[in-house]
Nanobody
């Protein structure tokens, strides 16, 4: 069955770093656009970063550009997607979701996604 399993969340102080991982299996995810969304209680889910199926194209939300880096590893049956988060800020606190889409654009839209993970919590204290 399809599984997108996130890991790497935690509690950090402002200015520190975290690396999120997503293990995607159950489909040929090497052909999917992959990405990360995040959500805080009471707010809509927002796009954070996306990466094309071959890793050639990446897109970021303006609020994280220059601080976050998305990457992927298609070399194994379980596709891995990573989000390196540097210089974290309290406003980055959210549940982060790994997402897969058959739409080619790395600028992912919530309405065009196909599979979601359960999410991993990131909390940044000031």
């Amino acid at each position: 069955q399809v599984q997108l399993v996130e890991s790497g969340g935690g509690v950090v102080q402002a200015g520190e770093s975290l690396r999120l991982s997503c293990a995607a299996s159950g489909r040929t995810f090497a052909t999917y656009t992959m990405g990360w969304f995040r959500q805080t209680p009471g707010k809509e889910r927002e796009f954070v970063a996306g990466i094309s199926y071959n890793g050639a194209i990446t897109k970021y939300a303006g609020s994280v550009k220059g601080r976050f880096t998305i990457s992927r590893d298609n070399t194994k049956p379980t596709v891995m997607v990573y989000l390196q988060m540097n210089t974290l800020k309290p406003e980055d606190t959210a549940r982060y979701y790994c997402v897969a889409s058959r739409v080619l654009s790395a600028a992912m839209r919530d309405s065009q996604t196909d599979f979601w993970g359960e999410g991993t919590l990131v909390s940044v204290s000031s």
